[in-house]
């Protein structure tokens, strides 16, 4: 049996991420999918059959206490130890800023290759592909790895979930993770912080709607945020709103920030830098709307208006509060 694993990250709630189902069907289409999870303690029922419903065959469930006092290092000890016992055709990741380090690290642990921010995966004549999106979306990139597993990190919303017609109990394999497979402590503690909001999560949101420069203003930022409620989006920024300190780095689309791919997609006051863009054109739907009509927005939006955003939002909230 060809075997892909599919690591799969619980939240503080012992729940599965949302992005579980789209990286089991990721490993589906490369193997028979095997859910790779951690936690300190029992996996939950919840978690369970979650994962059972999202196609998972088996879930590799390890237990260890360095789950709440490191971050990264008892992940990656995991799928190596999963990766040792299953002799995997391809392990998936999600692309993470964790997920980006854990697959680094798990490259360099198993000697094998990596491929990161793809936007598809699939099976040919039993040998792993994975595709990345290049060059501001103009190229599709099929890369292919040689010696051992296709590690490969998928961008967040890259990959519909596909549920199976008919989903049966995960069989599950509990183990503890042997303290000598995670290296030593560097971290004496962690705190969990809860960020309270009604509003969907950035990475896994089908809207999105996002601010830059042009909205000039802290102050003035709440008008993306108004318009995110309208649309029931989540909400991004542009680096520049993030380093003028409009919102939190944990919103910044892009090269250095988060890599999405909604379905719609709504650019208030960005003008569309290369290193914007690469976190966001490949959402099904762009639409910008800009003071500037040469901005380089324009040319991947799907729908533009040359606009004031303080003028044309608040007409667009107002249409849609009437709906
Ligand atoms: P600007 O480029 O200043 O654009 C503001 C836009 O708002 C303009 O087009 C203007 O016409 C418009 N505007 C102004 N007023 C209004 C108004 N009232 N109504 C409507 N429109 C208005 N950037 C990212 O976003 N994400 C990244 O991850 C990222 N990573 C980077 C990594 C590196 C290594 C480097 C060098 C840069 C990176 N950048 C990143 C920065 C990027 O190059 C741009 O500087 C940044 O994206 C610009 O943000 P912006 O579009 O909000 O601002």
Not at 169 to 196: H, W
Not at 250 to 276: E, K, M
Not at 299 to 314: C, N, R
Request: glycine share 8%; no cysteine.
């Amino acid at each position: 049996m060809t075997i892909a694993l599919a690591l799969v990250v619980l939240t503080a709630e012992h729940r599965v991420e949302t992005s579980a189902a789209s990286l089991i069907t990721a490993a589906a289409r490369l193997g028979t999918p095997v859910a790779v999870v951690v936690s300190p303690g029992p996996l939950s029922d919840t978690a369970t059959v979650a994962l059972g419903d999202a196609g998972a065959t088996q879930i590799l469930h390890f237990t260890t206490h360095d789950a709440m006092t490191q971050l990264i290092t008892p992940l990656v000890a995991a799928l190596a130890t999963a990766a040792s016992t299953t002799d995997p055709i391809a392990i998936v990741i999600e692309h993470t800023i964790d997920g980006r380090e854990i697959a680094g690290r798990l490259s360099v642990r198993l000697g094998v290759g990596l491929v990161t921010d793809a936007v598809d995966v699939r099976d040919i004549e039993g040998q792993p592909v994975a595709t990345t999106s290049v060059l501001g979306g103009s190229y599709l990139v099929d890369s292919v790895t040689e010696n051992g597993p296709l590690i490969v990190t998928i961008r967040p919303g890259a990959i519909e979930p596909v549920t199976p017609a008919f989903s049966t109990a995960a069989e599950v394999s509990s183990q503890p993770l042997p303290p000598s497979a995670v290296p030593g402590a560097v971290i004496e503690s962690v705190t969990a912080t809860r960020v309270t909001s009604n509003r969907p999560e950035l990475r896994a949101a089908t809207r999105v709607v996002s601010g830059g420069r042009g909205l000039q203003s802290l102050e003035k930022f709440v008008l993306v945020e108004q318009l995110a409620d309208a649309l029931g989006a989540a909400v991004g920024a542009s680096r520049a709103a993030v380093d003028a300190g409009y919102v939190l780095q944990a919103s910044q689309v892009g090269q250095t920030g988060v890599t999405i791919s909604p379905q719609l997609y709504v650019a208030l006051g960005i003008s569309g830098a290369i290193q914007h863009r690469a976190g966001m054109q490949t959402a099904s739907t762009i639409v910008a709307i800009n003071t500037d009509a040469n901005a380089p927005i324009f040319d991947i939006a799907d729908f533009g208006i040359v606009g004031d955003v303080f003028t044309v939002v608040p007409q667009l909230i107002k249409q849609l509060e009437m709906r």
